[in-house]
T-cell receptor, first 115, second 114 residues
Framework: DTGVSQDPRHKITKRGQNVTFRCDPI?????LYWYRQTLGQGPEFLTYFQNEAQLEKSRLLSDRFSAERPKGSFSTLEIQRTEQGDSAMYLC?????????????FGNGTRLTVT | DQQVKQNSPSLSVQEGRISILNCDYTNSMFDYFLWYKKYPAEGPTFLIS?????DKNEDGRFTVFLNKSAKHLSLHIVPSQPGDSAVYFC?????????????FGKGTKLSVKP
């Protein structure tokens, strides 16, 4: 399966701890996105990369959140000093933007629970 | 400001009948509209899209209609099957400038009863 892969699938952490999630996109895709989804809501945009450049960040992405895509391949999303309000499903997606634009392909997400 | 709205949280349909899921939007700059299907514990899966310059796109049992003047789109599933039971998200995307992210509605949960 060469789809978008996210690790871990589930993460339970105590308030105040730091967590890091990893996303491996589809290999030929040049764009990588992070979204967050809470119960009863659609996915909400957090940030995206084109290759290794982070092009846009949502106002939802507070200073405690940082995302990287150092070599333009996999990406990490780190949350520092987690809060209970950070509990959500964190979704990664990738796409190809070029002469032919592909739709975003999502991974199965990392479910974060902050206790 | 909710740019994409799905006003029906749920829809129940009998197997074999038509399912119609509706979506309204406010952002006239969207280049494409997409529908995603989501099963529990999985990420959204792309279903079908439509360019903002078209009014209809069809793929098998799925057809999306776009009414730009009304800023409304709908997804028709004919015939509906029990395996179609999932949450359906409508989304718009704008490729201009530095943007390029999908804006999602809140979703409609479709239940197809045998």
């Amino acid at each position: 399966d060469t789809g978008v892969s996210q690790d871990p699938r589930h993460k339970i952490t105590k308030r105040g701890q730091n967590v890091t999630f990893r996303c491996d996109p589809i290999s030929e895709h040049n764009r990588l996105y992070w979204y967050r989804q809470t119960l009863g809501q659609g996915p909400e945009f957090l940030t995206y990369f084109q290759n290794e450049a982070q092009l846009e960040k949502s106002r939802l992405l507070s200073d405690r959140f940082s995302a990287e895509r150092p070599k333009g391949s996999f990406s990490t999303l780190e949350i520092q000093r987690t809060e209970q309000g950070d509990s959500a499903m964190y979704l990664c997606a990738s796409s190809f933007l070029g002469q032919g634009n592909s739709p975003l392909h999502f991974g199965n997400g990392t479910r974060l629970t902050v206790t | 400001d909710q740019q994409v709205k799905q006003n029906s949280p749920s829809l129940s349909v009998q197997e074999g009948r038509i399912s119609i899921l509706n979506c309204d939007y406010t952002n006239s700059m969207f280049d494409y509209f997409l529908w995603y299907k989501k099963y529990p514990a999985e990420g959204p899966t792309f279903l079908i899209s439509i360019s903002s310059i078209k009014d209809k796109n069809e793929d098998g049992r799925f057809t999306v209609f776009l009414n730009k003047s009304a800023k409304h789109l709908s997804l028709h599933i004919v015939p509906s099957q029990p395996g179609d039971s999932a949450v359906y998200f409508c989304a718009g995307i704008y490729y201009g400038g530095s943007q390029g992210n999908l804006i999602f509605g809140k979703g409609t949960k479709l239940s197809v009863k045998p």
